[in-house]
């Protein structure tokens, strides 16, 4: 008998136990993980290559004449025009404007909060109100809020002796207004994070730097930044991925215009697929995005990471940061 | 109830950990028995092929002498306390006690008799309707070994039931686990890190390290008869000192000692032991053995070792003091009667006589003799005396 | 939380009086002022609601309407609103169902059977991190393919994919944070896998479930692009409607007013209430590590 078990053993051996093998082993883990893997792929896998498949043809649902294989033809059209560069700046414009703003003002905020002792609950959720309305909402609350004639910030405007301009319909200041609403509307975002960063600092951390004589802008410097430091870029890369979805309040407070001014990448995306059924530009173009937007990403990371940000906040905080709504 | 074999078991987690290393273990029915051990000495996975949570890579368990190992805890009919988090929390402590009978589908008659008649057993009755954290830690443990015992297991397994709980607690539940034990005979198996906790509550224990079995034996044995250093030192109330010695050869065959690079004087019994060409060896004496003397004392007249060192530190401990004393490199600890205090960077020498110490063998680490007297043989030979 | 705001903030006793009360009344002024920026917007749509149509487009406009009206919601209601209402309710609801059968299992498995933070929640999350103009080209040729265009299960299909990840990501954070050893408990209690399941790990893990449907419920509620592009006249979801009326009618800024207080209220309520929850467990996790 237990010679039969020593024969058996080695091989027994090569196989790496699960823990607790309650769900019937390795076959059950797949058989759980097994029809939500499923849906994901297909509904990623199958839209994928139907992109893939648009970019590289003439496809145009409109006209009915047969479609061919482009090659780069798409990308290289798109590239040649001023209005690809132009949307490329108005993301840009959201990137890298808007959410360095974003984050520098809802640095500030995490820090006024943080430095109160009373009503620090209340001010943050009534803050926190912008990010949880529909974007739509926004838009036409803005929209409202904006107008030139009825709205009320011009009227206050005025009644103080100034000219304010037509907001998102005046051609200087449509671009301004739409960083403004994703400011407002994000902001609050960041600020979660980073007071949730300032929370998490035990308060012997503050206490021995008093003691070792430290004054507040140091201890800021030298013991709250580097501390804060991965909770800030877990914002910054959360921001700068939602950067380039920027898409409602342009649709809803511009539609891209005047003219095509405040065209974003998504927007421009989608004004020629479901504007004008050309889905091979529109596929061509949402690649082109996609790729920006990784390598914008792992550039982020790769900067940030180096400076040796401890991982486990790092990992652990988009879990309930995607509490953002 | 039933008598447990685990032969020649083995837990591999993946290829490179091999968790317990062929362990062979004979439990008797109605035994209180305990795995002790350092964490990461393989004594939880013990437990958990016990109960059925791991499958064992080689080996087998038998209950009564039929294999189990394949069988699911259920089938084992065996009950587990859990260190901490031991109760459904979404719960009362009833549903909890009622849970594994519920799960076997049992009458509802008979489960409120069962209910009732542990609760009372376990002095909980007026607990039955609170949840876990409306109840103290105690409070939970009990609950606990109520919902352990409702089932009338075969095997009760208890893992670290009563580590996190505050000192005083522990020693009482300490005696109420040990009485419950005797008076239903459930043969139980108690895994715990605390060597007093195993001394006192269990008939027989084994001692584990690094997957090894280390030795089975009841307290009595491994305390005075431990296989090797590491058992030595890791078993009873102080740790055991152990020293390495080193011999050097001068003036012709009289052998010398050293001790941390101090001179020593050995005992007979060494200096026989250093006889061959052996030039280092580790010596063995329980805190309580070990007699600290000040530099105007004189050496008691019996065989023994001495070494001069100084006093590293003092602890109080109420009715005596633990006094380390540094010699060279090396550091010994010696409990005395509360007398005459020391003092921190006192020269003492240290004198262990001879029928206490332990040898060592230096290079397996094996007990090469046993000491032939306990330091408390005094008091056993006072009480029979006036007995 | 005061001992630290006091270690931080309170300067040596000296100074308390004349600095420490200045900063802290200079710290609530500017909180204030930003509560205000940070609502204006939304308030002046909450009042614009209960005007009725005469003072819409007053020049300058009134602060507060001389007569207050309840007329908008019931226009609202009938001019899309309540279509847009039951429309984003069998859509946000049914995905969001569909979001937590799937998920939970799998979050099970990731947390129980997998390194944390290992590479397939990572892979699962950077789905999520899509662009949704990017999927959306591609769903809407499939769909037309299958002829899942401008139908509910064709949007629920879509709103679970943007989701799935999000919900897999949240539930099984939270199941690593329930102890193994009610798991293994119930095993040693004889309770077979199924039956564990049911009697002890959903009622542990309902906060977690709570949380994820309430943030899935909420994406689909807002979600915009995927609904303008997937669907047509025959599913009209609330953020559609409401873009509809804006942009094809004459703005009537008190029936939108209207529908999108309706549309946000119950929301915002639960969100308020959420909060505290959520920024309390999101702290204290954060900062017990």
């Known amino acids: 008998m237990q010679d039969v078990m020593k024969g058996q053993g080695p091989a027994h051996r090569r196989r790496v136990m699960p823990r607790a093998d309650g769900g019937g082993g ?10 939500a893997l499923l849906f994901l792929t297909v509904f990623a896998v199958w839209p994928f290559c139907y992109l893939i498949y648009a970019s590289f043809t003439s496809y145009q649902m409109a006209i009915p004449v047969p479609i061919h294989w482009v090659g780069l033809g798409n990308f290289e059209a798109l590239v040649s025009t001023a209005r690809f560069w132009h949307s490329l700046g108005v993301t840009a414009a959201f990137a890298l404007v808007s959410v360095p703003l974003q984050l520098l003002i809802g640095l500030g905020i995490a820090l006024l909060l943080n430095g109160i002792s009373r009503g620090r609950e209340l001010y943050a959720s009534l803050l926190l109100t912008p990010m949880m309305l529909a974007p739509i909402v926004v838009g036409f609350a803005w929209e409202l809020f904006l107008n030139p004639i009825y709205g009320p910030l011009n009227a206050l405007l005025k009644a103080i002796g100034l000219s304010p301009p037509a907001w998102a319909q005046s051609p200087a200041w449509a671009l301004p207004t739409l960083v403004i609403v994703d400011i407002w509307q994000w902001t609050p975002l960041v600020m979660v994070i980073l007071l949730a960063g300032l929370r998490s600092i035990p308060t012997r951390v503050y206490e ?5 004589g430290s004054s507040a802008i140091q201890t800021f410097l030298n013991v709250v930044a580097p501390m804060l430091l991965p909770y800030f870029a877990v914002a910054f890369v959360l921001r700068f991925i939602d950067s380039f979805k920027v898409f409602d309040i342009i649709y809803i407070l511009t539609r891209g215009g005047p003219g095509t001014i405040t065209q974003n990448l998504a927007y421009y995306t989608y004004d020629l697929g479901f504007g004008r059924f050309q889905f091979g530009r529109s596929g ?8 920006l937007l990784t390598f914008g990403t792992m550039l982020i990371i790769k900067v940030l990471a180096k400076r040796n940000a401890p991982p486990s906040a790092q990992t652990a905080l988009p879990a309930k940061v995607t509490e953002r709504v | 109830m039933a008598s447990i074999t685990l032969d020649h078991l083995n837990k591999w987690f993946g290829p490179s950990v091999h968790a317990v290393q062929d362990v062979n273990i004979h439990i008797e029915d109605g035994e209180f028995f305990g795995l002790l051990g350092p964490s990461g000495s393989g004594k939880t996975s013990v437990l958990r092929m016990l109960v059925g949570l791991e499958r064992p890579t080689e080996g087998q368990i038998l209950f009564d002498g039929v294999p189990v190992q394949d069988k699911t805890p259920q089938e084992r009919n065996v009950a587990m306390v859990f260190e901490q988090n031991a109760l459904y929390p979404h719960m009362t402590a009833r549903q909890n006690i009622s849970y594994p009978l519920r799960v076997r589908k049992a009458s509802r008659e008979s489960i409120a008799h069962k209910v009732a008649e542990v609760a009372a057993l376990l002095n909980i009755g007026a607990l039955l309707d609170r949840r876990a954290s409306q109840m103290s830690g105690g409070q939970q443990q009990r609950v606990a070994i109520a919902r352990a015992l409702v089932r009338d297991p075969n095997l009760l397994c208890l893992d670290e039931p009563i580590a996190h709980l505050d000192t005083l607690l522990r020693a009482r539940l300490r005696g109420e686990l040990k009485r419950l034990q005797r008076a239903l005979g459930t043969t139980s198996v108690i895994v715990t890190h605390d060597p007093i906790e195993a001394m006192t509550m269990t008939d027989r224990l084994a001692v584990m390290r690094d997957g090894v079995l280390q030795q089975v034996g009841s307290a009595d044995e491994i305390h005075n008869r431990p296989v090797n250093a590491f058992v030595a030192q890791f078993f009873g109330l102080h740790s055991m000192n152990v020293l390495t010695v080193e011999s050097c050869v001068d003036q012709g065959s009289h052998i010398a000692g050293r001790l941390g690079g101090e001179p020593a004087r050995l005992p007979q019994t060494v200096e026989r032991f250093f006889g061959g060409s052996r030039r280092t060896a580790s010596i063995g004496a329980r805190p309580s053995g070990v007699i600290a003397l000040r530099a105007n004392e004189p050496i008691p ?32 600890q010696c409990l005395t009667p509360d007398l005459y205090p020391f003092e921190i960077d006192e020269p003492v020498r240290i004198f262990i006589p001879d029928d ?11 007990t090469s003799r046993f000491a032939s007297r306990s330091p408390l043989d005094e008091v056993k030979a006072a009480r029979v005396s006036a007995a | 939380m005061s001992a630290l705001t006091q270690t931080l903030h309170v300067p040596p006793k000296a100074k308390i009086r004349t600095e420490g009360l200045v900063g802290v009344v200079l710290r609530h002024a500017v909180l204030i002022a930003l509560v205000i920026f940070c609502l204006a917007p939304i308030v002046w749509l909450l009042i614009t609601a209960f005007k009725p149509y005469g003072e819409l487009f007053s020049s300058p406009p009134t602060l507060f309407p001389i007569h207050p009206t309840l007329v908008n919601f019931a226009a609202g209601w009938s001019v899309g609103g309540g279509r847009g209402i039951r429309d984003s309710l069998i859509v946000a609801t049914s995905s969001t169902v569909l979001c937590l059968i799937l998920g939970f299992p799998a979050a099970y498995a990731l947390a129980r059977r997998f390194a944390a933070h290992g590479q397939l929640s990572f892979t699962i999350l950077s789905l999520r991190m899509l662009p949704p103009i990017v999927p959306v080209i591609g769903f809407y040729l499939m769909f037309q393919k299958l ?28 199941i690593r944070q329930i102890p193994r050893s009610y798991e293994d408990a119930a095993r040693i209690d004889g309770a077979p896998w199924f039956r564990m399941f049911c009697d002890i790990l959903l009622p542990l893990s309902a906060p977690g479930i709570m949380t994820a449907a309430i943030l899935s419920m909420m994406f689909a509620w807002n979600e915009f692009l995927f609904s303008l592009v997937l669907t047509g006249d025959n599913v009209i979801t609330l953020p559609k409607a409401l873009a509809d009326f804006f942009l094809f009618q004459e703005p009537n800024w008190g029936q939108l007013g209207a529908i999108g207080i309706v549309a946000m209220g119950p929301l915002l309520i639960l969100c308020y209430l959420m909060q505290r929850y959520l920024i309390r467990s999101f ?3 954060l900062g017990g590590r």
């Open chain 2, 301 to 332: 007249p019996v065989d023994g070792f001495t070494a001069a060192g100084h006093v590293y530190v003092t602890e109080q401990l109420g009715d005596a003091q633990l006094v380390t004393v540094q010699i060279g490199d090396q550091s010994i």
């Open chain 1, 284 to 291: 061509a173009l949402s690649i082109i995005q996609l790729l």
């Open chain 1, 26 to 35: 390795e076959r059950g883990t797949w058989l759980l993980l097994g029809p």
């Open chain 1, 208 to 212: 021995a730097a008093k003691v070792d």
């Open chain 2, 356 to 366: 206490i110490l332990f040898l060592f063998d230096n290079d397996t680490h094996v």
């Open chain 3, 147 to 174: 002829g899942l265009y401008d139908s509910y299960i064709g949007l629920i299909i879509a709103y679970t994919f943007m989701n799935l990840p999000l919900v897999i990501w949240l539930l099984a954070e939270f």
């Open chain 3, 283 to 285: 702290t204290a996790e």
